[in-house]
Protein backbone atom coordinates (compact mmCIF):
# COMPACT_ATOMS: atom_id res chain seq x y z
CA UNK A 1 0.00 0.00 0.00
CA UNK A 2 3.16 2.41 0.60
CA UNK A 3 4.44 1.83 -2.58
CA UNK A 4 0.79 1.87 -4.41
CA UNK A 5 0.50 5.73 -2.76
CA UNK A 6 4.08 6.99 -2.78
CA UNK A 7 4.06 6.16 -6.79
CA UNK A 8 0.59 8.72 -7.23
CA UNK A 9 2.00 11.01 -4.75
CA UNK A 10 -0.23 10.68 -1.99
CA UNK A 11 1.26 10.70 1.65
CA UNK A 12 2.31 13.54 4.10
CA UNK A 13 3.96 16.27 3.20
CA UNK A 14 7.69 16.74 3.98
CA UNK A 15 8.59 19.46 1.90
CA UNK A 16 10.22 17.72 -1.02
CA UNK A 17 8.35 14.72 -1.14
CA UNK A 18 5.62 13.15 -0.07
CA UNK A 19 5.72 10.37 2.84
CA UNK A 20 2.88 8.08 3.09
CA UNK A 21 1.85 6.48 6.22
CA UNK A 22 0.31 3.44 6.32
CA UNK A 23 -1.28 2.15 10.13
CA UNK A 24 -2.06 -1.51 9.76
CA UNK A 25 -3.11 -5.16 11.47
CA UNK A 26 -3.71 -8.29 9.91
CA UNK A 27 -5.77 -11.14 11.55
CA UNK A 28 -4.69 -14.85 12.05
CA UNK A 29 -6.38 -16.68 9.00
CA UNK A 30 -3.94 -19.86 9.06
CA UNK A 31 -5.21 -23.13 8.37
CA UNK A 32 -4.06 -26.88 9.06
CA UNK A 33 -2.62 -27.89 6.04
CA UNK A 34 -2.12 -24.45 4.20
CA UNK A 35 0.21 -24.10 1.59
CA UNK A 36 -0.80 -20.04 0.77
CA UNK A 37 0.97 -16.82 2.80
CA UNK A 38 -0.15 -13.71 1.68
CA UNK A 39 2.34 -11.22 -0.29
CA UNK A 40 3.01 -7.84 -0.56
CA UNK A 41 1.58 -8.20 -3.95
CA UNK A 42 -1.81 -8.71 -3.04
CA UNK A 43 -1.81 -5.50 -0.79
CA UNK A 44 -0.52 -3.36 -3.71
CA UNK A 45 -3.45 -5.19 -6.20
CA UNK A 46 -6.01 -4.84 -3.33
CA UNK A 47 -5.20 -0.71 -3.23
CA UNK A 48 -5.31 -0.43 -6.74
CA UNK A 49 -8.75 -2.21 -7.27
CA UNK A 50 -10.39 -0.04 -4.32
CA UNK A 51 -13.81 0.67 -4.91
CA UNK A 52 -16.19 2.59 -3.23
CA UNK A 53 -18.43 -0.47 -3.40
CA UNK A 54 -18.12 -3.76 -1.52
CA UNK A 55 -18.79 -7.28 -0.51
CA UNK A 56 -19.29 -8.20 3.03
CA UNK A 57 -19.49 -11.71 4.51
CA UNK A 58 -17.34 -14.49 4.59
CA UNK A 59 -15.27 -12.54 2.10
CA UNK A 60 -12.08 -10.57 1.68
CA UNK A 61 -9.81 -10.88 4.80
CA UNK A 62 -13.54 -11.86 6.24
CA UNK A 63 -13.07 -15.10 4.04
CA UNK A 64 -10.61 -16.66 6.78
CA UNK A 65 -12.29 -14.92 9.73
CA UNK A 66 -13.45 -17.39 12.55
CA UNK A 67 -15.31 -16.94 15.63
CA UNK A 68 -15.71 -19.13 19.37
CA UNK A 69 -12.34 -20.97 19.22
CA UNK A 70 -12.87 -22.19 22.79
CA UNK A 71 -13.07 -25.96 21.17
CA UNK A 72 -10.10 -25.57 18.42
CA UNK A 73 -9.82 -23.58 15.12
CA UNK A 74 -11.48 -27.01 13.60
CA UNK A 75 -14.95 -26.44 15.65
CA UNK A 76 -15.25 -22.65 15.23
CA UNK A 77 -17.69 -20.84 13.36
CA UNK A 78 -17.61 -18.84 10.27
CA UNK A 79 -17.25 -15.19 10.61
CA UNK A 80 -15.97 -12.76 7.68
CA UNK A 81 -16.22 -8.78 7.31
CA UNK A 82 -19.42 -6.10 8.34
CA UNK A 83 -20.24 -2.64 7.41
CA UNK A 84 -22.31 -0.31 8.72
CA UNK A 85 -23.40 3.54 8.75
CA UNK A 86 -25.26 6.57 9.98
CA UNK A 87 -25.89 10.21 9.30
CA UNK A 88 -26.85 11.94 12.26
CA UNK A 89 -27.48 15.94 10.96
CA UNK A 90 -24.82 16.38 9.15
CA UNK A 91 -22.25 14.08 10.99
CA UNK A 92 -21.48 10.61 9.18
CA UNK A 93 -20.04 7.60 11.04
CA UNK A 94 -19.51 4.30 9.28
CA UNK A 95 -17.69 1.18 11.15
CA UNK A 96 -15.96 -1.38 8.94
CA UNK A 97 -15.29 -4.57 11.47
CA UNK A 98 -13.60 -7.72 10.63
CA UNK A 99 -14.77 -9.92 13.59
CA UNK A 100 -11.98 -12.74 13.98
CA UNK A 101 -12.19 -13.71 18.19
CA UNK A 102 -11.82 -16.06 20.63
CA UNK A 103 -15.07 -15.37 21.66
CA UNK A 104 -19.11 -15.71 20.55
CA UNK A 105 -21.04 -13.05 18.73
CA UNK A 106 -24.19 -12.34 20.48
CA UNK A 107 -27.39 -10.97 19.23
CA UNK A 108 -29.05 -7.50 20.31
CA UNK A 109 -31.81 -9.87 22.59
CA UNK A 110 -28.50 -11.89 23.88
CA UNK A 111 -29.52 -14.77 21.83
CA UNK A 112 -26.06 -16.81 20.67
CA UNK A 113 -24.97 -16.47 16.68
CA UNK A 114 -22.20 -17.94 16.64
CA UNK A 115 -19.60 -19.58 18.54
CA UNK A 116 -18.06 -23.18 18.81
CA UNK A 117 -19.72 -26.02 17.78
CA UNK A 118 -19.75 -29.47 19.77
CA UNK A 119 -17.71 -31.35 18.40
CA UNK A 120 -20.55 -34.60 19.34
CA UNK A 121 -23.55 -32.71 18.50
CA UNK A 122 -22.75 -30.25 16.15
CA UNK A 123 -24.88 -27.43 17.88
CA UNK A 124 -23.39 -24.30 18.72
CA UNK A 125 -22.64 -23.78 22.63
CA UNK A 126 -21.68 -20.57 24.35
CA UNK A 127 -18.21 -19.69 25.14
CA UNK A 128 -18.66 -18.26 28.82
CA UNK A 129 -20.84 -21.37 29.55
CA UNK A 130 -17.97 -23.73 28.79
CA UNK A 131 -15.25 -21.92 30.53
CA UNK A 132 -17.33 -22.03 33.72
CA UNK A 133 -17.23 -25.64 33.38
CA UNK A 134 -13.96 -26.75 32.16
CA UNK A 135 -10.48 -25.52 32.85
CA UNK A 136 -9.68 -26.23 29.50
CA UNK A 137 -9.39 -24.09 26.54
CA UNK A 138 -7.96 -25.69 22.98
CA UNK A 139 -6.56 -22.35 21.40
CA UNK A 140 -3.62 -20.83 19.68
CA UNK A 141 -2.09 -17.52 21.56
CA UNK A 142 -2.44 -14.88 19.14
CA UNK A 143 -4.92 -16.40 16.39
CA UNK A 144 -7.87 -14.32 17.52
CA UNK A 145 -8.15 -10.80 16.51
CA UNK A 146 -11.25 -8.33 16.00
CA UNK A 147 -10.17 -5.25 13.77
CA UNK A 148 -12.46 -2.23 13.22
CA UNK A 149 -12.47 0.92 11.09
CA UNK A 150 -14.54 4.04 11.98
CA UNK A 151 -14.62 6.71 9.93
CA UNK A 152 -16.38 10.07 11.11
CA UNK A 153 -16.48 13.76 8.99
CA UNK A 154 -16.17 15.85 12.50
CA UNK A 155 -13.73 17.72 13.02
CA UNK A 156 -11.27 16.52 15.87
CA UNK A 157 -8.43 16.48 18.10
CA UNK A 158 -6.18 13.17 17.91
CA UNK A 159 -7.03 12.84 21.58
CA UNK A 160 -10.88 12.84 20.65
CA UNK A 161 -10.30 10.59 17.36
CA UNK A 162 -8.91 8.31 20.39
CA UNK A 163 -11.88 8.51 22.68
CA UNK A 164 -14.15 7.58 19.54
CA UNK A 165 -12.11 4.28 19.19
CA UNK A 166 -12.61 3.53 22.82
CA UNK A 167 -16.28 3.98 22.10
CA UNK A 168 -15.83 1.79 19.40
CA UNK A 169 -14.68 -0.85 21.73
CA UNK A 170 -17.83 -0.73 23.52
CA UNK A 171 -19.70 -1.74 20.22
CA UNK A 172 -17.56 -4.43 19.74
CA UNK A 173 -17.61 -5.79 23.45
CA UNK A 174 -21.55 -5.60 23.27
CA UNK A 175 -21.62 -8.34 20.66
CA UNK A 176 -18.65 -10.20 21.01
CA UNK A 177 -18.90 -12.47 24.43
CA UNK A 178 -16.19 -12.76 25.77
CA UNK A 179 -14.64 -9.93 24.57
CA UNK A 180 -10.62 -8.82 24.58
CA UNK A 181 -9.72 -12.03 25.76
CA UNK A 182 -5.69 -12.57 26.85
CA UNK A 183 -6.26 -14.81 23.67
CA UNK A 184 -7.32 -11.50 21.43
CA UNK A 185 -5.30 -8.43 19.76
CA UNK A 186 -7.81 -6.54 19.15
CA UNK A 187 -7.52 -2.97 17.50
CA UNK A 188 -9.87 -0.04 16.56
CA UNK A 189 -8.30 2.55 13.90
CA UNK A 190 -10.27 6.27 13.98
CA UNK A 191 -10.15 8.03 10.87
CA UNK A 192 -11.83 12.06 10.36
CA UNK A 193 -12.14 13.99 7.04
CA UNK A 194 -12.53 16.28 9.26
CA UNK A 195 -15.11 18.86 7.27
CA UNK A 196 -17.89 19.58 10.13
CA UNK A 197 -17.43 21.02 13.23
CA UNK A 198 -19.68 19.05 16.05
CA UNK A 199 -19.50 18.19 19.39
CA UNK A 200 -18.26 14.59 20.22
CA UNK A 201 -20.08 13.83 23.31
CA UNK A 202 -23.76 13.46 21.56
CA UNK A 203 -22.15 11.16 19.07
CA UNK A 204 -20.43 8.74 21.35
CA UNK A 205 -23.56 6.66 21.72
CA UNK A 206 -23.92 6.17 18.04
CA UNK A 207 -20.67 5.33 17.32
CA UNK A 208 -20.97 1.98 19.80
CA UNK A 209 -24.49 1.43 17.71
CA UNK A 210 -22.97 1.73 14.12
CA UNK A 211 -20.02 -0.89 15.21
CA UNK A 212 -22.47 -2.86 16.84
CA UNK A 213 -24.57 -3.45 14.00
CA UNK A 214 -21.51 -3.42 12.22
CA UNK A 215 -20.59 -6.77 13.57
CA UNK A 216 -24.13 -8.28 12.91
CA UNK A 217 -24.19 -7.21 9.33
CA UNK A 218 -21.57 -10.15 9.17
CA UNK A 219 -23.94 -12.96 10.11
CA UNK A 220 -26.96 -11.92 7.31
CA UNK A 221 -24.60 -12.96 5.27
CA UNK A 222 -22.54 -15.64 6.64
CA UNK A 223 -24.27 -19.47 6.94
CA UNK A 224 -23.87 -20.19 10.11
CA UNK A 225 -24.32 -24.24 10.79
CA UNK A 226 -27.31 -24.97 13.72
Do not use: C
Not at 82 to 88: A, E, L, P, Y
Not at 124 to 149: C, D, F, P
Amino acid sequence: VVDYLFERGIGFDVGFMKVPIVPSAVIFDFKPGQKVIPTWQWSYEAAKSAQDTFYIGDVGVGAGATVGKALGLENASQSGIGFSDIWINKVYIAALTVVNAFGDVIGPSGELIAGPRDPSSGKIIRTTEYMAKSNYVKVIRGASTTLSLIITNIRVSRESLSRIAEYAHYGLASRIEPYNTDYDGDTVFAVTTGEVNYDINPINYYIKQVVSESVLSIFNWVRIKT
